[in-house]
Antibody, heavy 117, light 109 residues
């Protein structure tokens, strides 16, 4: 059974960098594409970006200038960095298996990140 | 406003059939890109319900079905049950990014 678990700070100050890691169990990072998706409180879903272990990356154009994703096959996890955050970046951040051209399955349980001073 | 348009809410009585529409355009659904559907309960992550327009992952009841025609797609739920009350999202691809519908809240009366 494939499981994903997000981890990282739950509170980030405005203008600072949000950093999250998604640890994968039951599957190998090297085999698939992996993605980040967020959901602002009470709102819908927004795709952030997708990455493969071979280095193929795709980002949401609206976030591209602030987003970086990476993989670490030795730890079987992948990561998200979002710079210069504002209150608008407050959301539940999900990691999921899948690429920008496919479906997402499974998803991590999600982690609420709040941007506040 | 989402690139994919869904009704904010739908409702139905137990045992009934409901459909949830997902309206796109010629740059996403109409361009031939697949549509996927998710079910989300409060406080939980979305769960894949339908992939590739009309395919059910293992474990999803056959009461759930998907279809696609032109620039739109639909999710149908037959034999409605109280446990189906959730928010449903459609997803597709458009102009180099992945897009979701705004979500539809299904209420079982």
């Amino acid at each position: 059974q494939v499981q994903l678990q997000e981890s990282g700070p739950k509170l980030v100050k405005p203008s600072e960098t949000l950093s999250l890691t998604c640890t994968v169990s039951g599957d190998f990072i090297s085999v698939h594409y992996w993605s980040w998706i967020r959901q602002s409180p009470g709102k819908g879903l927004e795709w952030i970006g997708s990455i493969s272990n071979s280095g193929s990356i795709s980002y949401n154009p609206s976030l591209k200038s602030r987003v970086t994703t990476s993989t670490d096959s030795s730890k079987n996890h992948f990561s998200l960095r979002l710079t210069s955050v504002t209150a608008a970046d407050t959301a539940v951040y999900y990691c999921a298996r899948g690429s920008h051209l496919s479906w997402f399955d499974p998803w991590g349980q999600g982690t609420l990140v709040t941007v506040s001073s | 406003q989402s690139v994919l348009t869904q009704p904010p809410s739908v409702s139905g009585a137990p045992g009934q059939r409901v459909t949830i529409s997902c309206t796109g355009s010629n740059s996403n659904i109409g361009a031939g890109y697949n549509v996927h559907w998710y079910q989300q309960f409060p406080g939980s992550a979305p769960k894949l319900l339908i992939y590739g327009n009309n395919n059910r992952p293992s474990g999803v009841p056959d009461r759930f079905s998907g279809s696609k025609s032109g620039t739109s797609a639909s999710l149908a739920i037959t034999g409605l049950q109280a446990e189906d009350e959730a928010v449903y999202y459609c997803q597709s691809y458009d102009s180099s990014l992945n897009v979701f519908g705004g979500g539809t809240k299904l209420t079982v009366l």
